[in-house]
């Protein structure tokens, strides 16, 4: 009992293991969502906006500014008066006088009218931060589908290294049935010679797709964030929904597509500029008003009219106006340069919308096509198997040769890479027209 509890606890242990390395798709897009460096990076610009925005109040602010000074000097001073009519003039000299200047104040800028530029200022930052939403969101719907692309990949080639092991499995018959046939007197060496040759050549083949998973692998810890050379499983099969339709993808690309959103964004940022720019052709009024304290203390004075102690302080205020009349017609050019980037971001978004309608019919066909080319090769698979069973009943009783059973293996081999093929391919192009619509979030 002892012993049998053991290997019950190393089988559970193994079992938890082995679920604990498989990883789904939902677990590599979480993770991608966490620790995608593209997507961080563009999560740290729309911060960066989000910032821009909540500080844009400061603009409606007057500009406050406090200084204070405090010197202390120590000087020798020496004073010759002129005397008047004949008498001799007369020298005054003084060594370390120590003189104290004080000086502190407050003032206060506030700008009441700037042609509208602040307002025009804080709707444009507005705007900035959900063009920072959007470009997120693109990026996020670009890195799902290279998760999802390079994952299945890897479903792609765990089948395709399934099909080389089946040939291998074959071949290693034809091996066994050769060598058998040879012993008795029935066959040929250079049969035998040719199954081994087959075989090595499925067992190289073998290597390749192992060495061909471990890199994509690596290339999907990348895309996940996950540490190089780490080692789980994936799914055997690839879902595939058969059911789309094309006009669910080609209506509303306006309202879902990330691109074109983005776009249509840059057009409103770009609109909001000219509107900064028009303002330069208003005047600009502002208040100013300041609280300001001197004092100067002298411990000795040479002269007898300079003070011994000297303050000032008091509080003055007023209205400064700025009217723009020629400034070599940088207003007029700065706003020609905002309504020509008004026009260039319109034309980048017709251009966009282009490649995106000629993106999805694209995808489309090509999802259709893969479809079809999916039922048929599925069809196909089996006529193949069979073919192969019985050539290879057939040369087991020496009834056809090898090459009859390497023809329908060769058929068989072809079937299945027509076959898993279409089915990545199928993948692809659904996965490129969710995330021409933007539906890849959901």
Not at 252 to 275: C, M, S
Not at 395 to 409: C, D, I, N, P, W
Not at 425 to 432: F, G, R, V
Request: no cysteine; aromatic share 8%.
């Amino acid at each position: 009992m002892k012993y049998v509890s053991i290997l019950f606890i190393s089988l559970i242990s193994s079992v938890l293991a082995n679920a604990q390395q498989q990883l789904t798709l939902q677990d590599a897009i979480a993770a991608a969502l966490k620790n995608n460096y593209d997507i961080l990076l563009s999560r740290n610009d729309s911060t960066s906006y989000a910032l821009d925005r909540y500080y844009s109040f400061g603009a409606f602010l007057p500009q406050v500014n406090g200084t204070a000074t405090s010197v202390w000097n120590t000087n020798d001073q020496e004073v010759k008066f002129v005397a008047r009519g004949s008498g001799k003039d007369s020298i005054v000299q003084r060594n370390g006088i120590r003189t104290t200047n004080i000086n502190y104040g407050v003032s206060l800028s506030w700008t009441l009218f700037d042609g509208m530029r602040m307002f025009a200022t804080r709707e444009k930052l507005i705007e900035l931060e959900r063009l920072g939403t959007l470009s997120v969101k693109a990026q996020v719907v670009n890195s799902i589908a290279a998760v999802i692309n390079n994952y299945f990949n890897i479903v792609r080639q765990k089948q395709q290294l399934k099909a080389v092991e089946e040939q291998m499995s074959i071949n290693e018959e034809r091996v066994k049935l050769a060598d058998k046939k040879l012993s008795v007197g029935l066959g040929s060496k250079p049969e035998l010679l040719q199954a081994k040759v087959d075989y090595n050549a499925q067992k190289a083949a073998q290597l390749q797709q192992q060495i061909l998973i471990a890199q994509l692998r690596d290339q999907l810890n990348q895309l996940i964030g996950f540490k190089p050379g780490s080692v789980y499983e994936v799914t055997d099969s690839i879902p595939i929904n058969m059911s789309l339709q094309y006009g669910e993808f080609a209506q509303k690309l306006e309202q879902t597509n990330p691109l074109l959103l983005v776009a249509k964004q840059n057009i409103d940022i770009a609109n909001l500029t000219v509107k900064e720019q028009r303002a330069g052709l208003w005047p600009t009024l502002s208040f100013t008003s300041a609280y300001n304290f001197t004092s100067t203390n002298n411990s000795v004075v040479v002269n007898l009219n300079q003070p011994f102690f000297n303050q000032n302080k008091g509080f003055n205020y007023g209205f400064g106006l700025n009217v723009p009349i020629l400034n070599g017609f940088n207003t007029r050019r700065l706003i020609k340069q905002a309504q020509l980037d008004v026009r260039y971001q319109q034309i980048d978004y017709d251009k966009q919308r282009s490649l995106i309608d000629v993106g999805v019919s694209n995808a489309f066909k090509d999802y259709e096509l893969q479809k079809q080319l999916l039922h048929l090769e599925d069809d196909n698979i089996m006529l193949a198997k069979e073919n192969v069973a019985i050539a290879l009943e057939r040369f087991k009783q020496g009834v056809s040769t090898y090459l009859e059973l390497r023809e329908a293996q060769k058929s068989l081999q072809d079937a299945y890479n027509r076959l898993i093929a279409a089915r990545y391919n199928t993948k692809l192009a659904e996965t490129e027209l969710l995330r021409l619509k933007g539906e890849l979030l959901r």
